[in-house]
């Protein structure tokens, strides 16, 4: 343990290295352990007076950062380790109110509205959860019972194509564009409205990219982390670039019960796509073979709609999660001068 700092539950530590969102590192107080070893770079204290959880919240809201601003240099090699002296870090300032009351007051509301953020995170997570397990078990149930329902290959309902990429040297090709132009790290979003990037007229006609109509179920062939593989469904016109191919159904099978089927195929997408799931990407040939359990129409739109229904009610409480985080985030700035 010789060179390591030795923090007790309760105590706090500042990490002086930024990140998005924390533009003068962050300061933490260790809660989920009795103690824990930190490295010298982390400078460690404990409260001498006031209220440890108000300070908690106080160290939450960034409010301290102007203090820090006045002292800190980045560090010589560039890494992203702020220069934030010791002794100048216990000499900053902190405006805080001295009544012991209005201290536990306000921590105690702060307690509550991040115990209802976290109920609210729990709901949002097992409702994914739900989601996936109900889709499976109505698919398990499809592939077991070969009186209703086929195996087809993609190929044999839909026609699949891939997208391309405009010049980006020719701002002809991008500048004031309105067609819609969906790239692979894009398709996380699942349910396609918008895009980031739009191309112009003349950028669609010099490429060989395909307009998709509404309700295509697309694809990532490659991207970088966990992109490969992903599945989304498109919710108004778009285009591709390469590395996205467009599922184009014939009426056969239900788009939306294609998406939820291949959605939860994304692990095994992911391993065909190059045998061990970690390079390369997918292709139009392994698309076009995949095999698709297919019930009668009718049976498709059910699983489909009950898959929508789940999206909704999932993002319903989403978005409330994020009007949590948003309420918590503005009392938080607001609580502390």
Same mark, same amino acid.
């Given at each position: 343990?010789?060179?390591?700092?030795?923090?007790?539950?309760?105590?706090?530590?500042?990490?002086?290295?930024?990140?998005?969102?924390?533009?003068?590192?962050?300061?933490?107080?260790?809660?989920?352990?009795?103690?824990?070893?930190?490295?010298?770079?982390?400078?460690?204290?404990?409260?001498?007076?006031?209220?440890?959880?108000?300070?908690?919240?106080?160290?939450?809201?960034?409010?301290?950062?102007?203090?820090?601003?006045?002292?800190?240099?980045?560090?010589?090699?560039?890494?992203?380790?702020?220069?934030?002296?010791?002794?100048?870090?216990?000499?900053?300032?902190?405006?805080?109110?001295?009544?012991?009351?209005?201290?536990?007051?306000?921590?105690?509301?702060?307690?509550?509205?991040?115990?209802?953020?976290?109920?609210?995170?729990?709901?949002?997570?097992?409702?994914?959860?739900?989601?996936? *397990?109900?889709?499976?078990?109505?698919?398990?149930?499809?592939?077991? =019972? @070969?009186?209703?329902?086929? $195996? !087809?290959?993609? #190929? %044999?309902?839909?026609?699949?194509?891939?997208?391309?990429?405009?010049?980006?040297?020719?701002?002809?090709?991008?500048?004031?564009?309105?067609?819609?132009?969906?790239?692979?790290?894009?398709?996380?979003?699942?349910?396609?409205?918008?895009?980031?990037?739009?191309?112009?007229?003349?950028?669609?006609?010099?490429?060989?990219?395909?307009?998709?109509?509404?309700?295509?179920?697309?694809?990532?062939?490659?991207?970088?982390?966990?992109?490969?593989?992903?599945?989304?469904?498109?919710?108004?016109?778009?285009?591709?670039?390469?590395?996205?191919?467009?599922?184009?159904?014939? *009426?056969?099978?239900?788009?939306?019960?294609?998406?939820?089927?291949? =959605? @939860?195929?994304?692990?095994? $997408? !992911?391993?065909? #796509? %190059?045998?061990?799931?970690?390079?390369?990407?997918?292709?139009?040939?392994?698309?076009?073979?995949?095999?698709?359990?297919?019930?009668?129409?009718?049976?498709?739109?059910?699983?489909?709609?009950?898959?929508?229904?789940?999206?909704?009610?999932?993002?319903?409480?989403?978005?409330?999660?994020?009007?949590?985080?948003?309420?918590?985030?503005?009392?938080?700035?607001?609580?502390?001068?």
């Amino acid at each position: 343990m010789s060179g390591y700092y030795l923090l007790l539950n309760g105590e706090y530590a500042y990490n002086k290295s930024y990140s998005v969102g924390y533009d003068y590192g962050s300061i933490k107080r260790l809660d989920r352990y009795p103690m824990g070893a930190l490295s010298t770079l982390y400078i460690c204290f404990a409260l001498k007076k006031h209220d440890t959880d108000f300070v908690k919240a106080y160290f939450d809201s960034l409010k301290w950062y102007r203090e820090i601003y006045m002292i800190s240099a980045e560090g010589a090699r560039n890494h992203g380790l702020l220069n934030v002296p010791t002794d100048e870090f216990f000499e900053t300032k902190h405006y805080l109110p001295q009544n012991l009351d209005e201290q536990r007051k306000i921590a105690d509301f702060i307690i509550a509205l991040e115990r209802r953020i976290d109920a609210q995170q729990s709901l949002v997570d097992n409702l994914k959860k739900y989601k996936r *397990g109900a889709i499976k078990y109505l698919l398990s149930k499809l592939s077991s =019972e @070969t009186n209703n329902c086929t $195996l !087809r290959k993609i #190929s %044999s309902f839909a026609t699949c194509v891939v997208g391309a990429t405009p010049d980006t040297n020719k701002a002809e090709y991008w500048n004031n564009g309105t067609i819609p132009w969906l790239s692979s790290g894009e398709v996380n979003k699942k349910r396609i409205y918008f895009t980031d990037k739009k191309i112009t007229s003349l950028g669609y006609k010099k490429t060989s990219t395909k307009m998709l109509p509404i309700k295509t179920v697309v694809i990532a062939l490659a991207g970088q982390g966990k992109t490969r593989g992903t599945v989304a469904i498109t919710e108004n016109e778009v285009c591709t670039n390469q590395s996205v191919a467009g599922i184009i159904t014939d *009426g056969t099978v239900d788009s939306k019960y294609l998406f939820y089927y291949l =959605e @939860t195929q994304y692990e095994n $997408l !992911r391993i065909l #796509s %190059s045998g061990d799931g970690t390079r390369g990407g997918l292709n139009l040939h392994l698309i076009n073979e995949y095999l698709v359990p297919v019930p009668c129409l009718k049976l498709q739109k059910s699983i489909a709609s009950l898959g929508t229904f789940l999206d909704c009610y999932i993002n319903s409480n989403n978005n409330l999660l994020s009007q949590l985080h948003r309420l918590k985030s503005a009392l938080l700035q607001q609580l502390f001068i």
